[in-house]
């Protein structure tokens, strides 16, 4: 039996801000964005959430009545206390006796409900049945802080199946361990922090990613060599590309899933979003490895195989779609459509 993600859909903001307003109004971009992807006064985790699962349910809603799991990731829930999954199947129109879970409080947390929908859909003896994955972040901190100027807004969906999947799932693992200082957010807050300590932070993340990637790799009886890409979830620009070089990866099985230039940081959706880009340009029988990183911390690390069936099960739109359908903001509007200024 093969398990892995049936289809896949894709949603980020109309709206950008470049670089070149950040310079304008403080001298400086602290963030290595060429420009960033900002979500509208109407748009939440909820909205976007919900945008990236009809890329996938518009082109075949026969799939809505086999949706046995419904797993929902975000840093950013518009609630502390609610359930956003049942929000999620009224405006889907899923099935309302569907077993569901909620990730938060990190940015691995779009892996985790990925891994979550996968474990659910091995315990269940009858075919058909599919389990739905959806992640959407748009993290925010305050504007005079300089960790506000990479942050972004984007979500994806993935739908999984045990029959015929485009990418097959083929083992995981993870590293954890306790870690202060790096980005938080308590509970009332609506803004991150970080105590700026980068190299401590930059450590921490090389050291778990590479444990959790190594740990996996030991596991499958594998080298950097067989894999086509490595994914890795993008809070800055610099992070990845080192964590490539150290666990061996050569820059071009990297440089294909690098958004953060284009887009920000997108939370939880990051790894994720990057992972539909390189399925976008995926070849069958291509590897990937995927590392997706929590401060706190923990990191976790996915294997996929691409398999023939990519070629007809596409999306109609791809990340380049979204990341060319923009209108760019200047900083002052950029400030109140976040709400940092009225």
Known sequence: MTMGIQSYGVYLPYLRIKADEYVKAWGACAAGISEKTVPDFDEDSITMSVAAARE?????????????????????????????????IQALGLNDNIFT???????????????????????????GKTALITVADAPQARAWD???HGLGAGAVAFLLTKENPIAVMEGASS??????????????ETAVHDLGVREYTSETFLELCRRAA???LKELGRSPGDYHYLIVGQHDARLPQTLG???????????????????????????LLSLAHILDQARPEEKILLLAYGSGAKAIAL????????????????????LERKKYLDYTRYLKVRRQIV
Request: hydrophobic share 35%; aromatic share 8%.
């Open 101 to 127: 879970s909620e990730h938060t409080t990190s940015t691995a947390a779009g892996l985790e409900a990925l891994l979550a929908a996968w474990r659910y859909l091995e315990t269940q003896k009858e075919f």
């Open 303 to 322: 294997s996929l195989k691409v398999t023939a069936e990519i070629a007809d099960h596409r999306p109609t739109h791809t990340v380049n779609y979204w």
């Open 245 to 271: 070089r150290k666990l061996g990866f050569e820059e071009e099985k990297i440089k294909p899933g690098l958004l953060y230039s284009s887009i920000g940081d997108t939370g939880a959706a990051s790894a």
């Open 175 to 188: 590293a954890a361990q306790e870690s202060l200082g790096e980005r938080y957010r308590r509970t009332g």
């Open 214 to 216: 190594q740990n996996l």
């Open 146 to 148: 300089t960790l506000e």
């Open 56 to 88: 996938i349910l518009d082109l075949t809603p026969q799939a809505t009545k086999n949706i046995a799991f419904l797993a929902v990731a975000s840093t950013s829930f518009p609630y502390v206390e609610k359930a956003t999954s049942t929000t999620l």
